[in-house]
């Protein structure tokens, strides 16, 4: 017994060793990015700044998703349908005079909140690739319902004469808007951080692992997995507002079944069910594309091939290869 109490003594010093180290890890990072924008501009490379923080709202487009498929269990391929509902709203709202950020970005976030209430309750009744099918038509329904709306521009979309007002910052620089993104994006992680290590969470994984048994348990599965739904939809609704800003554009191509393939490979390419896959799936993507492009006009199928070797390197995704990695390292210390 004295040997099993020491042991467990040591494992828990060990793992409150690993989260304190990637705690700081975290902390060091988030100081860099908050500094980043005065680094560029230094050496005269503003456009960075605003390259980065569309990587950083792709990111939390992608973190959303994550949520959903890495945490709740389902592949949903219509995601692009909240992030791209989320840009028209603070289109439509601008267009109407409404351009205050602290109004615009919220109604955005609640129109894609009751947007995945409505699709997850019709959705969540079916399974497997039936599911996967349902988020995508839905998901092409609104696609083609608001290119068909000529009011709201079409195939066009919809453009936004400024960027939205919030409060005291002007967000038309693009180092303000930045650290905006960053903050919503830190934000967000947290609010999903909190919620996977709290009782839902947990219940959310379980139901992940094995959804008969938590049923036979007596857990509201079907609720849980809505809840799931809803706030992924949340999120996604609240990138759909950043990129529009950022643009100034809230275009019909942000809610295309290719927008929802490309958050899924960044999901994939992260790692699924892991806190930080979608933002490590989006910068390694994003950036990915940026290079190749320098080098060549066929930056798509070197891309793939690229992303192949990841896939074969690290099949778990980018961000679990590295989280082994640090977990042998620090367990041999």
Partial sequence: PGRAVSGARMMRSALYRQSARRRALALVA????????????????????????RLLIFALAASS????????????????????????????LMENG????????PIAIGVSVLLALGIGLVSLRTRGVYFIMITL????????????????????????????TFGPLNLATDAVFYWVVLASLTAS????DRITHARFGRVLQAIRENELRMEGLGYPVARYKLLCFVIGGGLAGLAGALIANHGQLASPNLLQWTQSGTLLVMVIVGGVGALYGGVVGATALILLEEILSHFTHHSHA????????????????IAAYFHDLFSRRTGRE
């Fill in 189 to 192: 992680l947290l609010l999903l």
């Fill in 98 to 105: 409404l351009a205050s950020a602290f109004v615009a970005w």
């Fill in 302 to 317: 070197a891309l793939g091939l690229v992303l192949l070797l990841v896939v074969f390197r690290a099949p778990k995704g």
């Fill in 30 to 53: 988030l100081g860099a990015l908050i500094v980043l924008p005065l680094v560029l501009q230094a050496f005269g490379q503003e456009f960075y700044v605003s390259f980065i923080a």
């Fill in 137 to 164: 038509a839905f998901a092409q329904m609104i696609y083609y319902l608001l290119i068909s709306l000529k009011a709201w521009g079409g195939d066009d979309g919809l453009s936004l004469a400024t960027r939205s």
């Fill in 65 to 92: 998703l994550n949520f959903v498929v890495g945490f709740g269990g389902m592949i949903a391929f219509g995601h692009a349908a909240f992030f791209g509902v989320g840009a028209y709203a603070v289109a439509i």
